[in-house]
Structures are given as C-alpha cells and as structure tokens.
C-alpha cells in the first residue's frame, strides 16, 4: 500500500503557480486577485476560506475576504455578486457553501460571471467541461486528476467505480475519468443510493472514489486486492475523548482497507489540500484569460 500524498502533491503545484506569479511580478503584471464570500459563522466554513487565504498569501496571490452576516437577504447577496462580477481587479472568486437555507444556493452559483467561476460550479463551464472544452473543472475533481496523473496511476481502460453523484464532486468525476485527457480513458460506473448491488459493482473496480460524506461506508471487503482508493468524504464525528470534541472520518474504513489497497488517500492529508491548490490554479487560469481580452 502507497499512500496518494495531497499534501506533498498540492505543495509541489502550489510552488509552480508561486514561480509562475513571480514571472508575472518580474515583468511588472498584475497578479491573480481571489475573492471569497462567506455568508455567517459556519465552522467548517470558516476553516476552508482560512486555508485558501493563506494559501493565497504563500503563493503570492491577493485575496479578499467578504464576511457577511447571516441574515443578509438573497437580493442583497445578489447585489453583492453583480459587483463582484464587474470588478476589474478581482480574476476569480468563490461564494462559500453551504449558504443559509433562506437563500436558493443554485440561483447565486448562476449569477456568477462563469469566467470568474474558479469553483466551475456554474453551468456554462460544467457543460463546457463536459464537452472537453476549455472551463474551469471543479477543484475537488480537478485535483483528483492531479493526483491520479502525477503518481503514474494507470486509467487507461480501468473501470472505475465513483460513489456519489453530486454536481460538485460525483458527476463531474464520472464524466472526466471517461475523457481523452488526463487521467481520463476509463469505464467509468457512477453509483448512488438507488444502486443495486453496489458491492459487487466496488468489488470489480480498479478505482474507487468514494464521495459521500458516510463516515467509513466502504469497507474492506467491498475492496479487491489491488485497487486504487481516493476518498473525498470528510466528516467531523463526535469523540469526547478528543480534545476539540470531535474526529475527522472519511468515508473509507482506512485501517481496513489500506490493507487491500495498493494505493490510498489519507483523511486528512489526501484530497482536501488538492482542492485548494487546483482552486488556486483556476484562479491563475482566470487571470490569463482576462489577460488575453
């Protein structure tokens, strides 16, 4: 078993795009300017916009940080989205989810200018996505790829099991593992809830992704020997004998499976840190496009 390091792989990208912003600071260029917009006090939330702050002060990005109070209205969070989108010094920015239920989540991801949508959640780039065009791939899918392509994880004709079908993580993940690209040429199953025999299906998979937030859901024997495991869930479970009160959990039974496994992502330390790096590459992204304008 080899563990698929996110932590060591998204340094390493983080450092590129850091050389890369450098270039553009040596020729006297803007650099790339990441907005985020969090909506109240929700502690992961809280944590995420943290990191990807910080991030961008390592890698030489400027950021700002809209906080914003969990009462505002929809129209006035809308009000706040048109004036992001029609600045000038702002490339890319993210609105934080999950938003307060009285706001409609889906119409603010859609009043999103899609070329600063460097999360690519807006429809204009998932279908351009689809369509193998140019767009910005959701972070979390993106960095999967990253991390499948840069440890010479053979794709090509696997069949690949992805569990969960979100917009954000499981749809778009069944749609580029089947792609001419990178890390892309598979066969790919996409199960749900409503799947049948879903244990089997994992058991004839080379890969699985697991992606939905069902602390230690797959389990060893749903694994055969040999197969490739990347696990995007990330669940705080209560603990009382942790000092913060809770564990993190992924959705892998990781000291079981590991055992089966030939290679593994860690939770933490796997997929997480690749988001925000392949986040900090669409903002990069986005600042070359609006360039070339």
Not at 35 to 41: D, E, F, M, P
Not at 164 to 186: C, D, E, H, T, Y
Not at 225 to 246: Q, W
């Amino acid at each position: 078993m080899q563990l698929l390091d996110g932590k060591k792989v998204s340094e390493d990208i983080k450092n590129e795009i850091a050389i890369e912003v450098q270039a553009l600071l040596d020729k006297g260029q803007k650099v790339p300017h990441l907005a985020a917009v969090l909506v109240g006090t929700n502690g992961a939330s809280l944590t995420y916009v943290g990191s990807k702050v910080k991030t961008c002060q390592k890698i030489g990005f400027q950021s700002s940080l809209i906080e914003l109070p969990e009462t505002i209205t929809e129209a006035e969070l809308l009000v706040k989205i048109d004036e992001l989108n029609n600045n000038d010094e702002i490339d890319g920015f993210i609105v934080q989810l999950p938003l307060p239920k009285h706001i409609n989540e889906q119409k603010i991801l859609m009043a999103i200018d899609p070329d600063k949508d460097v999360d690519g959640f807006h429809p204009t780039n998932f279908g351009r996505m689809a369509l193998e065009l140019e767009a910005f791939i959701p972070a979390t899918p993106f960095g999967i790829l990253q991390l499948l392509d840069r440890n010479k994880i053979d794709t090509k004709g696997k069949h690949v099991v992805v569990i969960g079908r979100s917009n954000i993580v499981g749809r778009p993940m069944s749609i580029l593992m089947s792609q001419k690209g990178m890390a892309g040429n598979a066969t790919v199953t996409l199960a749900h809830s409503h799947t049948h025999n879903l244990n089997e299906l994992c058991l004839q998979a080379d890969i699985i992704i697991t992606a939905l937030g069902v602390p230690e859901f797959l389990k060893a024997e749903m694994v055969k020997e040999g197969a490739v495991i990347v696990d995007v869930g990330i669940t705080r479970v209560p603990d009382a004998t942790n000092p913060k009160g809770y564990v993190i959990k992924g959705d892998v039974d990781f000291e079981n499976v590991k055992q089966k496994a030939s290679w593994i992502t860690p939770v933490p330390g796997g997929v997480g840190p690749m988001t925000i790096a392949m986040l900090m590459k669409n903002t990069l992204q986005a600042r070359e496009r609006r360039s070339r304008k």
